[in-house]
């Protein structure tokens, strides 16, 4: 059993441990007490949190930003550890897989915080959670073999759940957050909840990355393509993650006084939840019928 480390090993490692320091401090910033107005660049005025890293953020999205804070700390940097640690004992494709996937969501959450969070004291960390993941997870996917990955699935994909799951979740990503953008051009205002910020981070990733990569997931899949099982095991382990972090957001913002109205619950993220359902089923059948071989 091969339980030397590499490089990228030592490199996964650090990237946990960044995860685990940048999430801590956000999460040791959660207090309502400093809270003051501000009147924001389109002359409204906005409610700033004023306490810890995210003093400069509005009241509205700080709370969003410690939930998934509480999510990656206590879910991802122990799935971190898992596969990391999985990884070195078997260096197996389906190892690497779920090492990527992983891996994917942590550089999810650390675009999200480098471009999205106000500037703050925390700055170099998230510049090297976003550089050391982004660049970990594409050594990661150019060293798997394809040819061998495509092989060794026993699961003839896509199937019919599995393509209606892919379409569902593209088309929802999309039209989700389209409808919060559509007012605002119409109306020729900025979005309503823009406060403090020049743009919506997670509207770009959303729709313009993660929404487009499940359609051209499905494409590869039909075409038998090793990318497309990478592409899938990337896609089910963001959306289940996503489908967990939603509702500790909608927490967290509840016990900052922020009340949600149950029409925005059931749609944004009650069907965050009910696509992360499926694709928690969809994940474990991909990793199941997945043969033991090495990478």
Sequence with gaps: MQKKLNGTDYVLILITLLLAVITILGLSSFG?????????????????????????????????????????LFLVVPLMIFAIIGNINKRTLGSKLFLIGVLATVLYYATSMVFGVTYNMAELLYIALFSSSLFTLITLMIDINLIKLRKSQKWLLPTKGLRMFLIVSGVALFGIWLMDILPSLFNGKSLTLIENYTTEITYAIDMGIISPLMFICLRLLNKKEGLGDVLLAILLTLCAVMGIMLPIQTIVQTLAGIVTPLPVIVIKVGVFVLLAAFAVYFDKKLFDNLENRKA
């Design 32 to 72: 309502i007490d400093k809270s003051f107005m501000f009147v924001n660049q389109y002359g409204d005025s906005v409610k700033i949190f004023g306490n810890g890293i995210y003093a400069q953020d509005s009241f509205f999205k700080a709370p969003i930003f410690i939930g998934s804070d509480a999510t990656m």
